[in-house]
Every structure is written in C-alpha cells, then in structure tokens.
C-alpha cells in the first residue's frame, strides 16, 4: 500500500489543545470490527463493552521531562535538547535544535549549570549522542528540576499540570511522548473495570520518537522504524495466555500495548516473560498474533499508527470510521477522543 492511502483532511481546530476534564468524559467512537458498524459513546461508557474474564493490557511506562534548554558553553548561545533514548548511565541519544551548534565535543550547560552535556558523536538522523553530567547517582532528579514535558508539535497550549500528559498507573520512568490512548483513564473506572472482573495487565513500552517519525517514502514498506525498549512479566504473561485460553478477550490500550503484546508473540510464538527492544512496524497484511481489540487515539494522516489501526480494524473500516469521526467533530491526537475497536 501507499502513504496516500492513509490520507484524510482534517480540519486543525479538531486537532485538541487541551485534554478533557474528568479524564473518562472524553467521547469514544466504537468499531465492530466484522460488520463496520459505529457507535458513539463517551470513554465511562466502556465497562459495558467488555465482558468478565477479558483482559485490558496497559503500558505503566512514564513520561520524563525530555524537554531541555539551555547554552553553549563559551558563547552562551541558545540550544534546545530532546533527550530520546538512554543508550548506557550517562549516554543519551538527543534531538537537537539548532544542530549546527552541536558538534563533537561542544559542551552545553542546562538548569544554571545543575546539568552539562557534551555532544560525542552525530549519529543517524542527524542525532547525537550526548554525555550528561550532574550530581548524584540518577539524572531523573536533575530532569524533574529542569526539564519541561515534551508536548508534541502541534499542541500549542501550555500544560497546566504536567500529570496530565501521564497516565494514573504510569510509574516506569523513560519514555518521550505518552501512551495517550491510556489518559482516558482514571482510577475509578479501572476499580469499575476490575469489580466487573475484567483483568488489568502491565507491559512497559518505552515510548521514542519513532512511534511518530513521519513516512517519508510513498511505499510503505520502505519506511525505516526506530526501535523501542519494552518489557512483560511472567505474571502478565501467565494472564494474557489464561484468558485466551478460556475464551476472554485480550485488549491493548494503545498501540504501544499492541505492538509489544505482538512483538513477543512473533519473537517467541507465543506470549511470555521477555525484555528487549522493538521495530515491529504493523500495517494492512498483518496476521495478528493475540490481540482480540485495541483502545487508542485518532492518529494523524499518513502515519505509522493508522496504518496498525487499518491492520487490525480493516482499511475500509478504518478511513470510514476517520471520515465519521472528522463530520461528528471529534477531537485528535494526544489529547483528543478515544476509539474502542472490537
């Protein structure tokens, strides 16, 4: 398939700046897979569309400040940090703005000199490998200080409160951008979900900017996808199998849980205990492997994340469901509305 087969227009004014208040009250669109038919909810609706003994499989991983600004050492010029994967204690892959500033062995001082950087290697990208320099045992601290949470693009509104672009189960520290299909959620519901007996699962899936590299070439199976570091327990494992094998529905919150859920069981043939770092790029031909339904976001035209929602759903169904929910005025992206596939 092409890139342009993933096009739609959607009006910006759509494209949410601010995330709902209560979490659950934003709307949610329902696909039934097998016919195409749609339902429109809101998100507190959602216990009645699972039944007992299925399972929901979330992503606990946390959202750390990324955002860094600061100087060039010497000449005090303006930088600006992305910090995108921890490669080893004190060695990052970093985005960096602007780049001509960042040659091997410039140094960059951050946070009135709480935290210096110096840029070792340009690698692919156009990244850079940065050696961090602070006080103290972790850089996390140092990073809740100083750095800012790293908002995509296209959202332009400040952040009033920096918990709202996490989940209320976040707790595992590094990942860039937030599994968003999860901040639905509020403890409320997941207590609901849980006395109805629906099973809670946990994963951790790093989230890099990867997920949300553009397409650049117009056949999709060129597009290079950056890896990503994930991690499931026995005691999830045991759980994902125990309700396939009795019947119950296995349901990824985000494909950030998809694709780590699809990951092990394509590495392994079936789903256990494992850690590693993923490339799994899924699109339309995609033989699916465990996942009975996903909860996620409406995505942008032409991305990664369309594409593994037409997999799952079906083309048609899929670019039926975004041209529906472009007419009804739902709102996209990190903080917009949420879409209920089953």
């Not at 700046?17 to 038919?37: A, F, I, N, W, Y």
């Not at 009645?48 to 010029?77: C, H, M, Q, Y």
């Amino acid at each position: 398939m092409k890139k342009s087969d993933f096009f739609f227009d959607l009006p910006e004014e759509q494209i949410a700046q601010t995330p709902v208040e209560p979490r659950d009250h934003s709307r949610m669109l329902c696909l039934e897979r097998g016919s195409g038919k749609l339902h429109h909810q809101h998100f507190y609706d959602l216990p009645a569309f699972l039944k007992p003994g299925d399972t929901l499989v979330i992503n606990t991983s946390r959202v750390i400040p990324a955002r860094l600004f600061g100087i060039k050492e010497g000449s005090g010029g303006a930088m600006q940090f992305l910090l995108l994967a921890q490669k080893e204690q004190d060695i990052w892959e970093v985005m960096v703005r602007p780049g001509k500033k960042a040659k091997p062995g410039a140094r960059f001082v951050f946070g009135e000199g709480l935290l210096t950087a110096e840029v070792l290697e340009v690698v692919e990208g156009g990244n850079r490998l940065v050696r961090m320099e602070y006080e103290g045992t972790s850089i996390y601290p140092v990073l809740e200080r100083i750095g800012t949470m790293p908002l995509p693009p296209y959202i332009t509104a400040a952040l009033r409160d920096r918990e709202r672009y996490q989940t209320v189960y976040a707790k595992q520290l590094g990942s860039v951008a937030a599994p968003t299909a999860g901040l639905h959620f509020t403890t409320k519901l997941l207590d609901e979900l849980r006395e109805k007996g629906i099973n809670i699962a946990e994963v951790t899936l790093h989230v890099g900017i990867g997920t949300f590299r553009p397409v650049k070439v117009e056949e999709i199976t060129q597009h290079y996808m950056h890896s990503e570091h994930y991690s499931i327990s026995k005691q999830t494992a045991d759980l994902v199998n125990h309700t396939k094998q009795n019947g119950g529905r296995v349901i990824a919150v985000g494909t950030t849980s998809c694709r780590t859920l699809e990951s092990v069981a394509s590495k392994w043939g079936k789903i256990r205990a494992d850690e590693g770092d993923t490339s799994i790029f899924i699109y339309p031909g995609y033989q699916f492997k465990v996942l009975d339904g996903l909860i996620t976001n409406f995505h942008l035209p032409e991305s990664t994340l369309i594409m593994l929602v037409s997999a799952f759903a079906g083309y048609e169904h899929t670019m039926q469901a975004y041209r529906t929910a472009v007419a009804e005025k739902y709102r996209f992206f990190s903080f917009g509305d949420a879409m209920l596939i089953l």
